[in-house]
């Protein structure tokens, strides 16, 4: 039977016809789809780990006990594992063991275009590329037999246009591979240096037998057309050129460390020119050179952000490969641009309160990953900074530790519930140790809101959907020595002012929890929705400063130019803009 499934679903699929029986993973896009779809299936024991480091771990675990395992990240996710994955590599494994790894090229979610194919050269696994959900599929289900034959972990790649693009999937059914259990081996698990230095010659040992292994494996295959052209390629970038120069030579590569040097070079002495068709970095075309191979690549295609079938043929353009295009005589008018919308914050988010706020009192914001970090843009204005999970707080208190005694004011680090439990908690500890004064913001939203609305122990349910022990924010962090504990309502204008001053005038480090859930969680809020009096508002804007999308300009002639909308339908009743506005312009209607 065939059916219609995103990549992510397809690796999902893969795991369950492999016999995987621990799945692991934090959410991030692209990869978030991959859990949930595993969750589906009762044979797999499916978790939101608190982060990637954790879901690695747990993983490895299962895999050290025999079951066959799986965990899936984004690519930035990787580098919070990097630490278990590099010492895995020298381990091993006892049940087969996949690592996806989900990259983001053109950073739709992300704040990097990190290339994670690296990864796999670094910590000296084998990688996968699939491209297309069947291949996913297939690939997973592949990638643990591999694993279990070298005892080594397998990274499978993924970029944004697999993770999230729908094919036909042939399904199968599972076969299950039960675990024999932990058993003892000292030499093998243990990773002190006397037994790490005798796992370092077995892993370069493997690595030549996997050179081997893909010299003939069918994954990797040349596919023979014109042969003034070869291109060399994976995953989604294979199908971009094979869809921009079907005639021409192809060797596609699934898999694509280690290369098979034999292979390539058997291809290369057959064609004219070799070009190698990549995302992001020239992994490949490193890898070509370094074989002695005149390999074109990043001179013709860009190094940054994704590829398409457009770019892939103005680089076979830039090659002569393909002509000039000519541009095409239009009839009739010309398609009208699509308006650029900038990203913002849901109508009626409790986040625009608290940073709303910040702006007020001209507050140093550090942030972190959320979906706060969207009002560094215009025209909230509130964050400064934003690095990495759980960096806010480390920030904040390096800019406090530089400066002189008395020469700035407190800084503030928000971070929000998921982020804090991910790696938020040890960074608020050195606080405390360090002596700092860092007011860290923690906005409870309730959910892991950006990547979909995914639970963590702070909301008490598992991916599983089970009801488990809910964590208590303000006793966390109490036990991490914060004496001041704050919580406010952000949608309490006056309130959540106070309290930010309160805790900016105190020479202690402080932790203020907001205490709304996002507004995407439940039912709109009861009110009825706020509406502009056109008499009384004076177009003065204060109102927009939000950010808020319900909120819209609207022009007038004469001597008013303008006055403020609410859009009825997607107002939430926050009253922010209420309470915002100075001539009482602004009117919640009658609860409904």
């Known amino acids: 039977m065939k059916v219609l499934l995103s990549g992510n679903e397809a690796v999902a699929r893969g795991a369950y016809e492999a016999g995987v029986r621990v799945a692991a993973g934090y959410p991030g896009t692209p990869s978030t789809e991959i859990l949930e779809s595993i969750a589906q299936y009762p044979e797999i024991y499916a978790e939101w780990s608190t982060n990637e480091k954790v879901a690695f771990d747990v993983a490895a675990g299962g895999s050290m006990a025999g079951a066959r395992s799986l965990v899936a990240m984004k690519h930035v996710g990787v580098n919070v594992a990097a630490d278990s994955l590099l010492t895995f590599s020298y381990t091993g494994l006892r049940g087969g063991f996949i690592l996806v790894s989900a990259d983001d090229p053109g950073m739709h979610s992300s704040q990097n275009e990190q290339d994670n194919r690296y990864y796999a050269k670094f910590a000296q696994i084998p990688m996968l590329e699939p491209a297309d959900s069947q291949e996913a599929k297939d690939y997973t289900r592949l990638g643990l037999g591999l694993s279990e034959r070298f005892d080594a972990p397998v990274l499978l790649r993924l970029t944004t246009r697999i993770s999230h693009s729908k094919g036909p999937v042939s399904l199968g059914r599972r076969k299950e591979h039960l675990p024999g259990g932990f058993h003892k081996e000292p030499a093998k698990f243990v990773m002190v240096p006397g037994y790490a230095r005798a796992r370092h010659p077995l892993v370069l040992d493997r690595l030549s037998q996997l050179r081997r292994f893909a010299e003939r494996s069918r994954l990797n295959r040349i596919e023979w057309g014109n042969r003034k052209v070869g291109i060399v390629a994976?995953?989604?970038?294979?199908?971009?050129?094979?869809?921009?120069?079907?005639?021409?030579?192809?060797?596609?590569?699934?898999?694509?460390?280690?290369?098979?040097?034999?292979?390539?070079?058997?291809?290369?002495?057959?064609?004219?020119?070799?070009?190698?068709?990549?995302?992001?970095?020239?992994?490949?075309?490193?890898?070509?050179?370094?074989?002695?191979?005149?390999?074109?690549?990043?001179?013709?295609?860009?190094?940054?952000?994704?590829?398409?079938?457009?770019?892939?043929?103005?680089?076979?353009?830039?090659?002569?490969?393909?002509?000039?295009?000519?541009?095409?005589?239009?009839?009739?008018?010309?398609?009208?641009?699509?308006?650029?919308?900038?990203?913002?914050?849901?109508?009626?988010?409790?986040?625009?309160?608290?940073?709303?706020?910040?702006?007020?009192?001209?507050?140093?914001?550090?942030?972190?990953?959320?979906?706060?970090?969207?009002?560094?843009?215009?025209?909230?204005?509130?964050?400064?900074?934003?690095?990495?999970?759980?960096?806010?707080?480390?920030?904040?208190?390096?800019?406090?530790?530089?400066?002189?005694?008395?020469?700035?004011?407190?800084?503030?680090?928000?971070?929000?519930?998921?982020?804090?439990?991910?790696?938020?908690?040890?960074?608020?500890?050195?606080?405390?140790?360090?002596?700092?004064?860092?007011?860290?913001?923690?906005?409870?939203?309730?959910?892991?809101?950006?990547?979909?609305?995914?639970?963590?122990?702070?909301?008490?349910?598992?991916?599983?959907?089970?009801?488990?022990?809910?964590?208590?924010?303000?006793?966390?962090?109490?036990?991490?020595?914060?004496?001041?504990?704050?919580?406010?309502?952000?949608?309490?204008?006056?309130?959540t002012r106070a309290v930010l001053r309160e805790e900016l005038d105190s020479p202690l480090p402080s932790v203020v929890i907001t205490n709304r859930p996002c507004v995407l969680l439940g039912p709109r809020r009861k009110g009825g929705g706020y509406a502009v009096d056109s008499e009384r508002c004076i177009g003065c804007r204060l109102c927009l400063q939000l950010g808020c999308p319900a909120l819209a300009w609207e022009e007038k002639g004469g001597e008013r130019k303008g006055v403020v909308q609410i859009d009825a339908t997607a107002c939430n009743a926050c009253s922010l803009c209420a309470q915002i506005c100075r001539q009482d312009a602004i009117q919640g209607e009658k609860d409904a």
């Open 234 to 495: 994976a995953g989604i970038s294979y199908q971009y050129a094979k869809e921009a120069l079907p005639s021409a030579s192809f060797l596609k590569l699934g898999i694509s460390y280690p290369l098979p040097a034999k292979l390539v070079s058997e291809f290369a002495s057959e064609v004219g020119r070799i070009l190698v068709v990549e995302e992001l970095e020239p992994f490949l075309e490193e890898e070509l050179r370094w074989l002695g191979i005149r390999a074109e690549g990043k001179d013709l295609f860009p190094r940054v952000g994704e590829l398409n079938p457009d770019l892939v043929e103005e680089g076979l353009r830039r090659a002569k490969i393909l002509r000039p295009k000519s541009t095409p005589r239009r009839k009739g008018k010309a398609t009208p641009p699509v308006f650029p919308r900038p990203p913002v914050l849901c109508a009626g988010c409790p986040h625009m309160g608290i940073m709303q706020a910040l702006k007020e009192l001209k507050v140093t914001a550090t942030g972190d990953i959320g979906c706060y970090t969207l009002s560094a843009l215009p025209p909230i204005e509130a964050i400064d900074t934003c690095i990495a999970m759980g960096s806010s707080i480390g920030n904040a208190l390096g800019i406090e530790k530089a400066m002189p005694p008395g020469a700035s004011p407190k800084v503030a680090a928000v971070i929000g519930d998921s982020t804090f439990l991910h790696s938020g908690i040890p960074a608020l500890l050195d606080v405390v140790y360090n002596q700092g004064r860092v007011m860290v913001i923690l906005v409870d939203n309730r959910t892991t809101a950006m990547t979909g609305g995914q639970d963590h122990p702070g909301t008490g349910i598992t991916l599983k959907g089970e009801v488990s022990r809910k964590l208590n924010l303000p006793r966390l962090c109490q036990a991490l020595g914060i004496e001041r504990v704050r919580e406010v309502d952000p949608y309490d204008l006056q309130q």
